[in-house]
């Protein structure tokens, strides 16, 4: 079976949690055709304190991504930035978590010549590593800056269960796609959890009864630079 098929094709879920039931619903889904299941992310601010950086390390750890030291060469996955209101310069800043937007409309794989980036039927857009030839288009294309490229090898490899990126390489967040098909929790949602913010909630966005879905349908939510039409799907509460 190829990695893509094997991808699709999902995990069982075994917890009985209410995030459970989200995974599980979207992690068949995503196995039974295109529209079936639609992965999206709900960053809720007003649970996310200012200086906690436990998602930006889970998702390193977990992804092997690699951090030289230098910010000329590190790459991120998920990172906090600093924003302010558009046009109110001496706003107060706040910390946001900012990452792949698994845009419905992907710029990033529109332009790539070998489809290396491609959109899973559940959403979740991918780089095939052995597939990308390091053009770096999709790093143009991307409006998010949430592409990144391995300009060097990285040396740490702390998550031996997940393959370590060579360098000339792109890459994002992919959601922790390898966790979902297997019914588990994305690290950067688990990390949050576990340090008891439990702001970042991965689901279904086409299943009215999941978290998510609740969560959006309660809440006011904003998705960075919708005006774009790429369709985001990393929704923010108290933004
Ligand atoms: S946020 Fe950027 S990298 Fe992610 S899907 Fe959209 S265009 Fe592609
Ligand atoms: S750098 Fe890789 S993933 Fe990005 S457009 Fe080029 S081949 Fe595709």
């Not at 990033?108 to 780089?127: F, K, L, M």
Request: charged share 25%.
């Amino acid at each position: 079976m190829d990695r893509r098929k094997f991808l699709k094709t999902g995990g069982r879920f075994l917890a009985a949690t209410p995030f459970a039931c989200d995974l599980l619903v979207a992690s068949v889904a995503s196995a039974s055709g295109p529209g079936a299941g639609r992965w999206g992310m709900v960053i809720d601010l007003r649970r996310c304190p200012e200086g906690c950086d436990a998602c930006v390390k889970a998702c390193r750890r977990e992804n092997n991504v690699a951090e030289h030291g230098d910010p000329r060469w590190d790459v991120h996955w998920i990172r906090q930035v600093e924003i302010r209101p558009h046009g109110q310069e001496d706003a107060p800043t706040r910390t946001v978590p900012l990452l792949c937007n698994h845009c419905e409309r992907p710029p990033c794989a529109q332009v790539c010549p070998v489809r290396a980036t491609y959109q899973r039927d559940d959403g979740i857009v991918i780089v095939d590593h052995h597939r990308c030839i390091g053009c770096r288009y999709c790093l143009i294309a991307c409006p998010y800056n949430a592409r990144f490229f391995n300009y060097r090898e990285n040396e740490a490899w702390p998550n031996k269960d997940y393959p370590k990126r060579s360098h000339g390489v792109a890459e994002s967040c992919h959601l922790c796609a390898h966790r979902l098909d297997q019914g588990r929790l994305p690290a950067c949602m688990e990390a949050c959890r576990d340090a008891g913010a439990g702001a970042i909630v991965v689901g279904d966005l086409d299943n009215p009864e999941s978290e998510i879905s609740r969560l959006i349908a309660a809440n006011s939510v904003k998705r960075i630079r919708e005006d774009l039409g790429t369709g985001p799907k990393v929704h923010y509460i108290g933004l």
